[in-house]
């Protein structure tokens, strides 16, 4: 892509705003009081606002690769917290999505440097399911249910946290768990039992 192109398509995107409304980047400049905070893959075909058709403002949103929630990670624990505890978000929301280019890395016997570590936290979800994942004999059809296992996981890892939990306790935060179809282009919503998971790991988990 032509760098030009990119600040060409920047002063045309201005203009569009400011024909609808002339107040528009002044309102912007305003704050944010987004409801949602939105975990994903930073994988270039599935952005966030544009799968969801969400205007600037509404979605707070962190990528990394294989939408991962790592409690040792100050990246992503720190936009949890941010949103949680300051943005005040109603719903969190893990997105992955078909054809993940790290969930399928993880599952090779290579070395592959400094991803290494990262990607070991998809093997342990292999690791967890690996009875289920290994009675599917297709291949794609794995990678694809491991998608699938991985955003259960990562939604998990959140509920552990103190900001989520106390965020349902006072206010009804929720956590969902959605895979985009890159094939097809739908979100689906994988119906994430969040009181469920969070009734089952308050014996260990319990941080209140």
Not at 61 to 88: C, F, G, Q, T
Not at 120 to 127: A, E, K, L
Not at 154 to 178: E, M, P, S, Y
């Amino acid at each position: 892509m032509d760098l030009k192109k990119v600040f060409e398509n920047n002063k045309s995107w201005i203009e569009d705003k400011l024909s609808t409304d002339k107040n528009y980047f002044e309102e912007l400049g305003k704050g944010q009081t987004p409801e949602l905070l939105y975990i994903g893959c930073s994988d270039s075909r599935a952005t966030a606002e544009e799968l969801m058709g969400a205007k600037p403002g509404e979605v707070f949103v962190h990528r990394n690769i294989a939408n991962m929630v790592i409690s040792i990670d100050l990246n992503v624990m720190s936009v949890v917290n941010y949103a949680v505890d300051h943005l005040k978000v109603k719903h969190v929301i893990v997105c992955g999505h078909y054809g993940c280019g790290g969930v399928k890395a993880a599952m090779q016997s290579a070395d592959l440097g400094i991803l290494n570590p990262w990607l070991r936290n998809i093997r342990d979800v292999y690791r967890i399911h690996s009875d289920e994942l290994n009675k599917i004999t297709d291949e794609d059809k794995k990678y694809d249910k491991l998608v699938e296992l991985n955003v259960k996981e990562q939604c998990v890892n959140l509920i552990k946290t103190a900001a989520v939990q106390k965020a349902f306790r006072d206010r009804g935060l929720k956590v969902h768990g959605w895979v985009f179809d890159v094939h097809s282009g739908k979100l689906i919503d994988l119906k994430i039992d969040f009181e469920h998971y969070l009734e089952d790991i308050m014996q260990i988990y319990h941080l209140d």
